[in-house]
């Protein structure tokens, strides 16, 4: 089973496959000064993060032509390996750090970042420009702010509006409850053949995260306790357990060539993913499917956001350097328009309330049959809630994936299983 190979554009897809080549590029005329007292600005980031930085360097550098501005761009995985010993070693320190959301809980737990709600940068003045959960999120167990969003991916229920047509269904038949969602699959599945989702997980996943009490972790409590065998992942691993049995989910995972295939030939019914996921679709997984394709809220109007980026800069970082990259900071994080051209060229939702705004929000999509969809995910964006990251995030996903095998391949019972995750995670917690 192999990978597709995406094209340099498709920057979630790009994320998710962690494909990308490193490089570095130095930026803007600063490079070519041949005499004077040079001051250097180094941004760590992975692609496409690094095309929007880049972007943003061309003109800003032009206002700061003594710094040479250059970025460096490592694999997505090798990116965050080398900033975890970047800031444990405090050696090749970059002066500014693009983080991906799901890394934010272990970087913003240690003492790594620099506190930006310090009045030397004051970034609480600033709280009320974010949609609420993206400023939120950044913020450490002492409430202080640790880094910037720029842009986020709020979910959405993709559905293919023919096979639903096809099966007699509503997109209210997939929307009301998890329940429903799982027997409109049944229907789906006897009535066209399609499968409802790609993988269990999916489903899994969301579940979990739509249930998670506003303020909490996904795993463990405000408390930092590990919380697996709450009614929300019994629930999860139900569901999970009905969708197999029935034989609804097509056992393909996202981003290899086998799910492309599902979906260009109509025989995946739904996907369960950001916002982001209409221009992959559209731009090379499957153009062929253009018009057949819907979007909905997620069932049980559920409000989640699918990864997201923020800025930080590097508590032990060159002092004389911290207000220069406080200033780039900002604007690749408060500038409108830039905003906007992100989200344009990039398929980046920004987390600016104010680049929410404007006719583009209100443009048909015309893989989405010309439905209006960049106001449904902005409406999602203003509802997510805050769902706080632990150092232990990543682990914790992949003991639960773990035990979910279990039940679905060796019918593990389930109370059995997450008492055996939330076991090893409070042992792991307590190390």
């Not at 490079?31 to 980031?45: D, K, S, Y």
């Not at 929307?175 to 989702?197: C, F, M, N």
Request: hydrophobic share 45%; aromatic share 8%.
């Amino acid at each position: 089973m192999q990978r597709l190979s995406p094209p340099p554009t498709s920057r979630r897809h790009v994320l998710a496959n962690s494909l990308a080549a490193a490089l570095v590029s130095a930026t803007g005329p600063a490079a070519a000064l041949a005499a004077g007292p040079e001051r250097r600005l180094t941004v760590a980031a992975f692609p496409l993060v690094d095309v929007i930085a880049k972007d943003v360097l061309k003109t800003w550098a032009q206002r700061h032509p003594e710094v040479r501005a250059e970025v460096i761009s490592r694999q997505y995985d090798d990116h965050h390996t080398a900033m975890t010993t970047a800031l444990s070693t405090s050696g090749h320190l970059p002066d500014v750090i693009a983080l991906e959301a799901s890394y934010l809980g272990r970087f913003s737990l240690g003492t790594g970042l620099e506190d930006l709600s310090a009045p030397a940068f004051d970034a609480e003045r600033l709280r009320d420009r974010f949609v609420p959960f993206a400023f939120q999120t950044a913020r450490n167990r002492e409430g202080r702010v640790v880094a910037m969003p720029t842009d986020i991916g709020p979910g959405s229920l993709f559905y293919r509006a023919d096979l639903l047509a096809q099966a007699g269904l509503t997109e209210a038949d997939l929307t009301r409850s998890w329940e429903d969602y799982v027997e409109a699959g049944a229907q789906l599945k006897a009535r066209t053949g399609a499968y409802l989702i790609g993988d269990v997980r999916l489903l899994k996943d969301i579940v979990v995260r739509a249930g998670t009490p506003a303020g909490e972790g996904q795993f463990f409590d405000n408390q930092g306790r590990a919380q697996v065998t709450s009614p929300r992942f019994v629930r999860a691993f139900e569901l999970a357990r009905k969708v197999r049995r029935q034989g609804l989910d097509a056992r393909v995972e996202v981003w290899f060539n086998d799910w492309a295939e599902m979906l260009k030939r109509g025989r995946l019914a739904t996907e369960i993913s950001g916002c982001w996921m209409a221009g992959q679709m559209a731009n090379w997984v499957a153009p062929g499917t253009a018009g057949k394709w819907r979007v909905a809220q997620l069932p049980e109007n559920a409000y989640c956001s699918y990864g997201g980026t923020y800025y930080a800069i590097p508590r032990r970082s060159a002092p004389e350097r911290k207000q220069l990259a406080w200033q780039l900071i900002q604007e690749l994080t408060l500038d409108r328009q830039r905003q906007l051209e992100a989200f344009q060229s990039q398929d980046a939702f920004p987390a600016l309330l104010a680049a929410q705004e404007g006719p583009f929000f209100d443009q048909p999509v015309p893989f989405l049959g010309g439905q209006k969809a960049r106001a449904l995910w902005r409406d999602a964006a203003r509802r997510i809630p805050v769902v706080r990251m632990h150092k232990q995030q990543k682990f914790a996903d992949e003991v639960v994936n773990g035990e979910l095998d279990n039940v679905l391949e060796y019918g593990k019972p389930i109370a059995r299983a997450l008492e055996d995750a939330q076991a090893l995670l409070v042992h792991r917690a307590n190390r």
